[in-house]
């Protein structure tokens, strides 16, 4: 079978998990199948060529000229798209991370009549046409500014190169990677579900945290694991640090691992001066996965204090594999990796206080939280790659069959053959 995976990065331009379980399946889905790779031209002066993968998309940049660049885009990513149904002829398309990717693509994806499923393992596919910078003035009444935007963006759409049509009601297959985020998703009324699914995903390097020795060093350290930006909710990291200090007694370092956003630098390093705690703050930045793993054998405690509602959170996974006690916002995902307090202490979303709260029983109790750590290690081996893969081709098998039964009635039955 010929299979078309779309996403908008694809390994090794990656910023997390997502694209790596995008190659994870593609790379087992290529030992039966052919496989091709269409993802976004960011990055790709920096990746080496790669059979069937072709990085020629446009990426929106979520920025404010994003609604200017938004035909030119759109009609490219069309193109594109085209182009690449047309060489491939795929049998089957999978839709991994769209964010980002002009939808007029997916549309056009979806409007193929080649049989389509979606691996949603963020908020993007919550009615993904609004969010659109062209697609979002197609239908639907505007006002102001908006609405002269809205008759220019639907003049445009007559061109031969556009004509986005958002009308026609397309079947499609869902695989979420939690329960959060198939509550949290509202679907595109353009699309038809014939079959959804949650299947949890993996690390990759579950072996390498596994066999991690613990050698905690001598002052406590707290691990904060992950893009340093406003969502994954470093504030409250700092801000936990600095109660931890003034209000338990305790005083502790917080290593950030991650790619910092620029954006939020400025005022991290306020905060930290506020608080008191800038020569308590080591900013590592993205680490190799032997990098991370150390700083991990390391750490008393893995702080995870998402303010938005994480899809999943595969960070909190990594920490319990490498026996790391885990303190988590009760957010999205992460409950359904780990139990309160089977596992982990969780706060609630943005309680700093709670989370120092957390953080110190997870200091100064040091058997209940051997224990916790115990559960936890072998609570995480359950999402192990190869559950993940066969979940995943299992569900591309149901998919394609939900769809091509779809397709058989459609087409209505079938004209008597011979006499």
């Known amino acids: ?71 030119l885009y759109t009609a490219a990513a069309m193109r594109v798209v085209r182009q690449t149904l047309a060489h491939t002829t795929p049998e089957l398309i999978l839709v991994f991370n769209a964010a980002g990717i002009p939808k007029g693509a997916v549309r056009a994806l979806e409007a193929s009549g080649t049989p389509l499923a979606y691996f949603v393992h963020d908020h993007w596919f919550d009615e993904p046409y609004r969010g659109d910078p062209f697609t979002r ?53 353009s699309t038809e579900v014939r079959l959804d699914r949650v299947v949890y995903p993996a690390t990759r390097h579950e072996e390498l945290f596994a066999a991690l020795t613990r050698r905690p060093s001598e002052r406590p350290r707290i691990l904060f694991v992950g893009r340093i930006e406003q969502v994954k909710g470093p504030q409250i990291a700092y801000r936990a640090l600095g109660a931890l200090r003034d209000d338990h007694g305790l005083d502790a370092e917080l290593v950030l691992c991650g790619a910092p956003d620029e954006r939020l630098a400025p005022e991290l390093r306020r905060l930290a001066a506020e608080l008191g705690i800038a020569d ?30 994480e899809p999943f ?88 069959a939900a769809l091509a039964a779809d397709q058989k009635r459609d087409r209505g039955p079938t004209e008597p053959v011979g006499p």
Not at 333 to 358: S, V
């Open 1 to 71: 079978m010929r299979v078309l995976i779309v996403s908008n990065l694809y390994p090794p331009i990656s910023v997390g998990g997502y694209e790596a379980c995008c190659e994870m399946v593609a790379t087992r889905l290529a030992e039966e199948h052919e496989v091709h790779v269409l993802t976004s031209r960011r990055g790709r002066d920096r990746a080496p060529a790669q059979a069937r993968v072709r990085r020629a998309l446009p990426l929106f940049s979520e920025v404010r000229g994003d609604a200017l660049r938004g035909p």
């Open 137 to 189: 003035y197609l239908r639907g009444r505007h006002t102001g500014a908006h609405a002269a935007v809205a008759l220019v963006a639907r003049a445009l759409n007559r061109l031969p190169a556009l004509r986005v049509d958002l009308r026609r009601r397309v079947a499609a297959a869902v695989c979420f990677n939690s329960q959060a985020i198939r509550r949290l998703t509202t679907v595109a009324d």
């Open 280 to 309: 308590r703050i080591t900013v590592r930045g993205a680490l190799s996965p032997r990098a991370l793993a150390s700083e991990l054998a390391s750490a008393h405690a893995l702080i995870v204090p998402s303010v938005w509602q």
């Open 313 to 400: 959170g595969l960070v909190a996974l990594e920490g319990a594999l490498a026996r790391v006690p885990v303190v988590a916002a009760r957010s999205g995902g992460l409950t359904e990796i780990l139990d309160d307090p089977q596992h982990a202490l969780l706060f609630e979303i943005g309680d700093w206080q709670g989370a120092a709260r957390a953080l110190a029983r997870t200091l100064s109790e040091p058997a209940p939280t051997a224990e916790r750590v115990s559960r936890a290690a072998q609570r995480a081996r359950e999402f192990s790659v190869e559950r993940f893969l066969s979940g995943s081709e299992a569900f591309v098998r149901d998919a394609l």
